[in-house]
C-alpha cells in the first residue's frame, strides 16, 4: 500500500515540475501550486505513516477500553513514552478495529496503566477515559491536534446490567 503511494507522489510532482518550467501560467497561480503541493505532502507522509501502523500522536477518543499497553521509560538520553492500543467505545460498544496511541511519559499516567494492565490480567476489563485539560495555555492548538494535553484516567470497566426476564 506505500509502494503505491510514493509513485503517485513522484508522479505528481513530475506533474509539478513540468506545469512550472514549461506553462504559461502566471507567477501567482504557480506559487499557488508549489504551496498546495507542498501542504499535500505533509498531509501524504502523516496518511503513510498511519498505514504503516507507527502509533499514533493524534488525541485519544473520549472513552476506550484499553487492551494493551508498553512503558518506556525515561532515560538521560531519551524522554520515554507510553505505548497505548485503545477501542473506542462508540455508541456504547467497543469498536471492533483498535488503533496505537503514543502518549508523552508521566509517571502518575504510567502508574494508571501499569495497575490497569495488572487488574486486566486478572481478567478485569479496564476502559479509560480522556478530556483535554482547560487553560493550557496554548493559543494554537488547532494547529497541532492531538498535542493539546489530556487528562486521562483509567478504572474497572462496568460489567453490563442483564435486562430482567
Known amino acids: 500500500m506505500v509502494l503505491p503511494l510514493i509513485l503517485a507522489y513522484a ?11 514549461w506553462s504559461a501560467w ?4 504557480k ?9 499535500l505532502y505533509f498531509f501524504g507522509t502523516e496518511a503513510a505513516h498511519a498505514l504503516w501502523g507507527v502509533p499514533s500522536t493524534d ?17 538521560q538520553k531519551k524522554p520515554g ?21 503514543k502518549l508523552a511519559y508521566s509517571r502518575a499516567l504510567h502508574e494508571q496503566i501499569s495497575e490497569g494492565l495488572k487488574k486486566g490480567r486478572e481478567g478485569i476489563s479496564q476502559m479509560g477515559t480522556a478530556e483535554v485539560k482547560g487553560g493550557n495555555g496554548r493559543a494554537l492548538g488547532w494547529l497541532k491536534p492531538g498535542n493539546d494535553e489530556q487528562e ?12 430482567e426476564k
Open 59 to 75: 488525541a485519544l477518543p473520549e472513552r476506550f477500553v484499553m487492551l494493551a499497553a508498553v512503558v518506556d521509560e525515561p532515560t
Open 11 to 21: 508522479a505528481m510532482l513530475l506533474l509539478l515540475a513540468l506545469a512550472l518550467l
Open 152 to 163: 486521562i484516567k483509567i478504572r474497572d470497566l462496568p460489567v453490563p446490567q442483564l435486562p
Open 31 to 39: 506559487g499557488v501550486l508549489v504551496v498546495a503541493v507542498t501542504a
Open 26 to 29: 502566471p507567477q501567482w497561480l
Open 81 to 101: 513514552a507510553l505505548y497505548l492500543w485503545v477501542s473506542p467505545i462508540e455508541e456504547g460498544r467497543a469498536a471492533v478495529q483498535p488503533r496505537a496511541y
